[in-house]
C-alpha cells in the first residue's frame, strides 16, 4: 500500500502547492510522470501479489522516470521524437498494469 499512498501524497501536494513547467520542459516532464506512474501501478501490482519490494519500487520509479527524460532530451537535441516511444510504451504498460490490478482486485471481492 506504500504506492498508494505515495500516489495520495504526491496528488495532494500537486493540488495545494501547484507548480507549472515550463513548455519546453514539457515533453521531458509529460514522459517521466508516465514512467513514475508506470512505476506506481506495477508497485500497486505486485503489493497486490504480496511481491511488493521497496528498493525495486524505487529504483524502477526514480531510474525509469530519469532515464525517461533523458532520453527525450537526447531525441530534443538529435530531432528525433523518441519521447513518443517512450509515451508509447509506459502508456502500455500502464494499462496492463491496471488490467492486472482490477482482475486480482476482483478476485480477492469474489473471495471474501
Known sequence: ???LFGLIVGLIIGIFLPYHIP???SNYAAVAILAA?????GGLSA???GKF???IFLTGFFGNSILAAFLAYIGD???IQIHLAAI???GNRIFINFGNIRR???KLKDHN
Open 53 to 55: 519490494n521497496i528498493k
Open 88 to 90: 508509447f510504451a509506459f
Open 77 to 79: 537535441k538529435l530531432g
Open 23 to 25: 513548455r519546453e520542459y
Open 104 to 106: 486480482k482486485a476482483l
Open 47 to 49: 503489493s497486490l501479489d
Open 1 to 3: 500500500m506504500v504506492p
Open 37 to 41: 506512474l508506470d512505476s506506481v501501478l
